[in-house]
């Protein structure tokens, strides 16, 4: 069973910086894609970075210039750098690990920027 253990979440204020981490129990690079995804009370989850097994990355419109989603292959951890944080990004972040139609999830951190 894959397990995906995030840290790193916590309060911050508005323009400030956070890094997440993602550790897997796994090689990560026995996976097609790791990302972020987060979900905002109220609101569906969503997609916020991934990077695939080759190293190519893709971000969403709202986090694009301000996130930056790297990896450790040697610690099999995932990082979601995150600065000039804003109100609207709060929410619970999920690590996701996806190979072929399978999808394992961590059990998300919460981030929390007040304005």
């Known amino acids: 069973q894959v397990q995906l253990v995030e840290s790193g979440g916590g309060l911050v204020q508005a323009g400030g910086s956070l890094r997440l981490s993602c550790a897997a129990s796994?090689?990560?690079?026995?996976?097609?894609?790791m990302g972020w995804y987060r979900q905002a009370p109220g609101k569906q989850r969503e997609l916020v970075a991934f990077?695939?097994?080759?190293?190519?990355?893709n971000y969403a419109d709202s986090v694009k210039g301000r996130f930056s989603i790297s990896r450790d292959n040697a610690k099999n951890t995932v990082y979601l750098q995150m600065n000039s944080l804003k109100p609207e990004d709060t929410a619970v972040y999920y690590c996701n690990a996806q190979f072929m139609t399978r999808y394992y999830w961590g059990q998300g951190t919460q981030v929390t920027v007040s304005s």
């Open positions: 990077i695939t097994k080759s190293g190519s990355t």
């Open positions: 796994e090689n990560i690079l026995s996976f097609n894609t």
